[in-house]
């Protein structure tokens, strides 16, 4: 089987609807995990099992503070913390409430963002040199995919599943309106 890329016209939107789409997933995709976390014992929850950032939750505060941090990158607004490993939450509960608003805050940054500003630069922090917004935007929610399946894996160590987040899966719930 094999897919004919879209001409002309046709490729008018999808770049915009990629990074759309990838919003959503990221959205749904925390919350997945988020509920798995809920179901092991704190002990658990907090167990150093040699991943990069020692624990579910480690690893769940590391991507807050990343979203945090590019959402400043990108906007200008909110906090951005200084240290990656920072622990922004130490309760699971606060912690998924902190999630649950910055995923609202990316689905409405990135769906609100202008075609024509995909076509456009960044300069941050760490990079002198302007570069696409496309760029920093993919490596993202590459980033995120890349700790969440840490989390998957520690999950499925420690209660012996996790729950399915492969992209393909929510796209089909979102056809049928259960994504």
Do not use: C
Not at 11 to 30: C, E, I, P, S
Not at 48 to 70: E, I
Not at 100 to 115: K, P, Q, S
């Amino acid at each position: 089987m094999s897919a004919a890329a879209p001409e002309g016209d046709d490729m008018d939107g999808l770049l915009k609807q990629h990074f759309d789409t990838f919003a959503r997933y990221n959205a749904w995709a925390n919350a997945r995990l988020f509920d798995a976390a809920a179901l092991l014992s704190d002990t658990d929850y907090r167990a150093d099992r040699g991943a990069f950032f020692r624990s579910v939750h480690g690893t769940l505060n590391h991507l807050l503070v990343t979203d945090r941090v590019w959402m400043f990158r990108f906007t200008g607004e909110g906090d951005a913390p200084d240290r990656l490993d920072a622990i922004l939450f130490e309760q699971l509960e606060s912690l998924h409430r902190a999630r649950e608003v910055e995923d609202a805050r990316i689905v409405r940054y990135v769906t609100g963002l202008e075609e024509a500003a995909l076509e456009g630069s960044i300069t941050y922090r760490r990079v002198s040199t302007p570069e696409a917004i496309t760029q920093p935007l993919a490596h993202w929610f590459n980033h995120q995919t890349h700790h969440r399946g840490q989390v998957h894996a520690l999950l499925t160590g420690l209660a012996g599943r996790a729950p399915e987040l492969d992209l393909l899966f929510y796209q089909r719930l979102a056809d049928k309106g259960l994504a």
